[in-house]
């Protein structure tokens, strides 16, 4: 006898000469929760057929409701992103007690891609998301998010060549933009855990792919802004010989960061060896390090520090190498 959770094995059969039915076991249905007139939703994934009872979850409108009262204006910014990540359509506060935390969640709304406060008075606040998650492409965002970081990191180094604070000010302020990107993908990505027509790319990667190397770019950021920071700290500009290899090194951690994610979309080149340039350029920071370690330069430390991040953005490409790697053997013996 099968039980709710055991699979059945049943045969399409043709009907009436242009339909396919699937018979369903009366009672292994009701466990289901599935009767006659019930509505479900078949998705296509990779070689399997899925089938959800109910209507799509793309179709509905997901909503919470948050109690102001109490609540320090820190956590409620931090209620709306949690809520908007989760896939929350609709994101209500009633309760507030001063016109603080209410500006509180008013900033915190505008740094979400598509959220908006619809309606507003001194006690409550509603806020909608305008997007379809059916029709976010993953790939446009994670291309954007790619550019943008590549960009804060190119510059930030060459603040610190520079030794230009005024730059390294300006960098800092668009790791926001990496942020709300992130958000965006990691909002794909929850939802497709409720909905499986939610997250699927055109070229079969699945929502947890694109989030994983979204990761891996928000912190490559992080360490973007980190170099940034550090030119404004810096007493006079490193010694020519340091510029350049910061600049180069720089340049090839980038490299590694976008030949894993090409790997990932393309199959070219392959993940494989671009961990295998990237061990190599390791172990090239490695002695690299070494000899700032002994240079009597004043701002060594700093520019140590420089490097430190350098190997850590080589170190997230290898990640997304890695996570494109294993998507390539899923794929290649899905069968």
């Known amino acids: 006898m099968t039980t709710r959770h055991d699979p059945i094995e049943r045969k399409v059969q043709l009907t009436g000469g242009s339909t396919y039915t699937v018979s369903l076991p009366k009672q292994w249905a009701n466990d289901q929760q599935i009767e006659p007139g019930s509505p479900v939703t078949l998705y296509v994934r990779d070689d399997k057929l899925v089938v959800t009872r109910g209507e799509s979850a793309s179709t509905t409108s997901r909503s919470t409701s948050i109690d102001a009262a109490d609540r320090d204006p820190a956590t409620l910014a931090l209620d709306v992103g949690a809520a908007y990540v989760a896939g929350c359509d609709e994101i209500s506060f009633d309760g507030f007690e001063s016109t603080t935390e209410r500006r509180a969640v008013t900033r915190a709304v505008r740094r979400f891609v598509g959220l908006e406060v619809m309606t507003e008075d001194e006690r409550s606040l509603t806020a909608r ?53 992130f958000s965006l993908i990691s909002r794909g990505f929850q939802r497709s855990l409720v909905d499986p027509g939610v997250g699927m790319s055109r070229n079969g990667l699945r929502s947890f792919e694109y989030y994983m190397a979204a990761r891996q770019l928000e912190r490559v950021a992080d360490h973007a802004e980190k ?73 060594s430390y700093l520019l140590g520090v420089v490097l430190d991040s350098i190997v850590r953005t080589t170190q997230y490409g290898v990640n997304i190498a890695e996570s494109a790697l294993q998507a390539h053997y899923r794929t290649e013996h899905s069968d």
């Open 227 to 299: 170099i940034a920071e550090i030119a404004g700290r810096l007493e006079s500009p490193p010694p020519e010989p340091i510029a350049d290899s910061l600049e180069s090194y720089g340049r090839d951690a980038r490299e590694i960061v976008e030949d894993s994610l090409s790997g990932m979309f393309e199959d070219s080149p392959e993940p494989a060896s671009v961990i295998a340039d990237a061990d190599e350029l390791l172990a090239e920071f490695e002695a690299f390090d070494e000899e700032l370690y002994h240079t009597d330069h004043e701002d």
């Open 129 to 181: 998301t305008m997007l379809d998650a059916a029709d976010l492409s993953p790939e446009q965002t994670l291309a954007q998010l790619e550019r943008t970081t590549m960009e804060m990191h190119a510059d930030a180094i060459t603040a610190v060549i520079e030794t230009d604070g005024d730059l390294g000010d300006r960098i800092a302020r668009q790791d926001e933009t990496v942020d709300r990107l």
